[in-house]
Every structure is written in C-alpha cells, then in structure tokens.
C-alpha cells in the first residue's frame, strides 16, 4: 500500500509535495480504521465495551501518533521506502495490476467494514 501510494503520489504532484510522508499518512489512516473495526468487532463479541466506553480525544490522538511514530521507523526512517521501490519497480504489468486489483479490495473492505459493523450495532441495540 505504501509504495502504491508513494508513486501515484509522486507521478501525481512530484517530489515537492513529500510523497513519502503523504503515503505514510495514508498507510497509517487505513491502520486507524482497521483499529477502529477491530473494536467495534470486539465489542459486538462483548469482549470490550468500544461504544460505552469510548475513547477521550487525547487517547485517539495519542493512539493515532503511535501508528504514525511505528509506520515511520518501518517504513520511511534512513530511507527505507527506497528499498520497497526497488522492490516493487520489479514487477511485470501483469503482478501490478493483481496487486494494486487486491489493494484496492483491502482499502475498501477497510471502509465499508466500520461503517457496515456500527450500522449493525445500532439496529441490535435501537
């Protein structure tokens, strides 16, 4: 995701408007909502309380920043988002298309998922 992200970013609006840290943002956006799916999921299974509790401002901004602190370190620190362009430049048309075909499935399951569970979950309890 991150390298498809990067490279349509830089053919986009090129290196002037920080392709790296756009996909970086993007990649840990999507671990945000898979996050947030996890606990609605967690919450329908009665293993934690995600809707009645709920989580103050601080504590998804704090959660937030970790994602982005961890994508950081595996992803852009001392350039390694170089090596996974290297990597990827290297596939035939035919691999990018199945590729970027199931990434494109991925990203909207990880939409549709929440809202699909929340809207659920509200018909169960009102």
Same mark, same amino acid.
Request: charged letters at 20%; proline letters at 2%; a positive charge.
């Given at each position: 995701?991150?390298?498809?992200?990067? +490279?349509? @970013?830089?053919?986009?609006?090129?290196?002037?408007?920080?392709?790296?840290? *756009? /996909?970086?943002?993007?990649? #840990?956006? $999507?671990?945000?909502? @898979?996050? *947030? /799916?996890?606990?609605?999921?967690?919450?329908?299974?009665?293993?934690?309380?995600?809707?009645?509790?709920?989580?103050?401002?601080?504590?998804?901004?704090?959660?937030?920043?970790?994602?982005?602190?961890? @994508?950081?370190?595996?992803?852009?620190?001392?350039?390694?988002?170089?090596?996974?362009?290297?990597?990827?430049?290297?596939?035939?048309? /035919?691999?990018?298309?199945? *590729? +970027?075909?199931?990434?494109?499935?991925?990203? $909207?399951?990880?939409?549709?998922?929440?809202?699909?569970?929340? #809207?659920?979950?509200?018909?169960?309890?009102?």
């Amino acid at each position: 995701m991150y390298y498809r992200l990067f +490279t349509w @970013n830089l053919k986009k609006w090129g290196r002037y408007d920080d392709p790296q840290g *756009n /996909a970086l943002i993007g990649v #840990s956006f $999507v671990m945000f909502l @898979n996050l *947030n /799916a996890l606990g609605v999921f967690l919450d329908f299974m009665g293993w934690f309380r995600y809707f009645e509790g709920g989580l103050s401002k601080i504590e998804v901004s704090i959660i937030l920043l970790i994602i982005l602190g961890f @994508n950081y370190f595996w992803l852009m620190h001392k350039g390694k988002y170089l090596q996974l362009v290297k990597h990827y430049k290297k596939e035939s048309k /035919a691999e990018r298309r199945k *590729n +970027t075909f199931i990434l494109w499935g991925y990203f $909207v399951i990880s939409l549709v998922l929440p809202l699909l569970m929340i #809207s659920i979950h509200k018909q169960l309890i009102g």
